[in-house]
Nanobody
Framework: QVQLVESGGGLVQTGGSLRLSCATS????????MGWFRQAPGKEHEFVAA????????VYADAVKGRFTISRDNAKNTMFLQMNSLKLEDTAVYYC????????????????WGQGTQVTVSS
């Protein structure tokens, strides 16, 4: 099993920044991908960003490209999502997820999920 724990959410004004963390533990895979997804009230999970560990390839949704950045601290088994220039529409519960294999935008393809952390952007 894999455990994922997000932290770092909170309330921020438009234009502000937050950094989310996703600490992982448990089983490891030789090839894996990790992603960030978000879910606003009444909506389905939306892809935010992901990377494939074996290729170091990182991809972002158009809605966050240029504003959000994924990074990793391999020594601490932690992934981060730096979110800058936050907008009202970024308000959602943010989840990190992990899957064996390469990245995909499909949330259903990810086997392991964290509990989520709330990000609220206010005007």
């Amino acid at each position: 099993q894999v455990q994922l724990v997000e932290s770092g959410g909170g309330l921020v004004q438009t234009g502000g920044s937050l950094r989310l963390s996703c600490a992982t533990s448990g089983r490891t895979f030789s090839t894996y991908a990790m992603g960030w997804f978000r879910q606003a009230p009444g909506k389905e999970h939306e892809f935010v960003a992901a990377f494939s560990a074996s290729t170091n390839y990182t991809v972002y949704a158009d809605a966050v490209k240029g504003r959000f950045t994924i990074s990793r601290d391999n020594a601490k088994n932690t992934m981060f999502l730096q979110m800058n220039s936050l907008k009202l529409e970024d308000t959602a519960v943010y989840y990190c997820a992990l899957r064996p294999g390469l990245w995909t935008r499909s949330p259903g393809a990810y086997s392991f999920w964290g509990q989520g952390t709330q990000v609220t952007v206010s005007s």
